[in-house]
């Protein structure tokens, strides 16, 4: 192995490590993921999600592509991870927990600590296209999140979008 792919394979064991620490119950999380690639981890501690339609996302993104997807949220976030739920429709963007206390932009959600996440594994990204879940922008590092204003930027721009365009 290359020394860039065992930096790569520590780095997912540490964000595991961190993301997992969300479970009820650690090994059948882990469980979860190597069989399903999903796990339900508990909103509300080290942190929660934002939940965004992915209607708002690709009116900001101007595009359904991926690629192009993956590329504008990673810079319109600032590296921030988040991840998709295909089949849904629903981008999930990692934030603070703290983030629930101001939290009101119409159309999202942001979930308090009586909620759970179906988190995917690290590494499960777009080029994984039957994932139900995967990450659209990959976690760099553990407890390494998206800034709330970041999205309500990136929210902002696509109600815009939509508002120049008239497509909903």
Known sequence: ????GALVQARDRAISNWLL???DNRDRAQREWNDRGVAPLRCGGAFTGIRVPASLVTAAVGSEQRARVSAHLSAALHRGPVF???TAGWY???????ACETWREPETECFGDDHYLGVPCPGIDFQHPRARSCWAVPMD???????PDAIRQL????????AETGVQ
Request: charged residues 20%; hydrophobic residues 45%.
């Open 92 to 98: 999930y963007c990692l934030v603070p927990a703290t």
């Open 84 to 86: 998709a739920d295909q």
């Open 155 to 162: 929210i902002d721009v696509a109600r815009k979008k939509t």
């Open 1 to 4: 192995m290359t020394t860039a």
């Open 21 to 23: 620490a969300a479970a």
């Open 141 to 147: 590092g553990p407890a390494e999140l998206c800034s």
